[in-house]
């Protein structure tokens, strides 16, 4: 169940990152309530996660999850520039959180 609230902040990471974006300095209003709600729900599931997790792995996977969901969408959905380098980099974060994931928690 930590796990699963972990993957769920990490998504919530990946809104509140595209809202931050989408509301132009806070100059928003709906793209601003968004990220805050984003924000506050996605710190508040890591922390709930942190109370059966050790801190590294968790904190790994809510941050690339985050990294990873807020690149692919920013490529997919806002134009942003598409490149071999910055795939094969996203791919990199990926083997690296399943690395930490697999080198030893014992949760």
């Known amino acids: 169940m930590a796990w699963l609230?972990?993957?769920v902040a990490g998504m919530l990471e990946t809104g509140f990152a595209v809202c931050l974006k989408l509301s132009h300095g806070f100059t928003r209003l709906w793209p601003t309530i968004a990220f805050a709600?984003?924000?506050?729900g996605s710190f508040g599931l890591l922390t709930l996660s942190l109370r059966k997790l050790d801190v590294?792995?968790?904190y790994a996977v809510w941050t690339g999850i985050g990294a990873t969901g807020t690149a692919i969408y920013g490529m997919i959905f806002l134009?942003?520039?598409v490149s071999t380098l910055k795939?094969?980099?996203i791919a990199f974060v990926i083997v690296g959180i399943i690395g930490l994931q697999l080198s030893g928690s014992a949760h």
């Open 5 to 7: 609230l972990v993957i």
């Open 37 to 40: 709600s984003f924000a506050l």
């Open 56 to 58: 590294g792995p968790a």
């Open 79 to 81: 134009g942003d520039v």
């Open 87 to 89: 795939l094969v980099s």
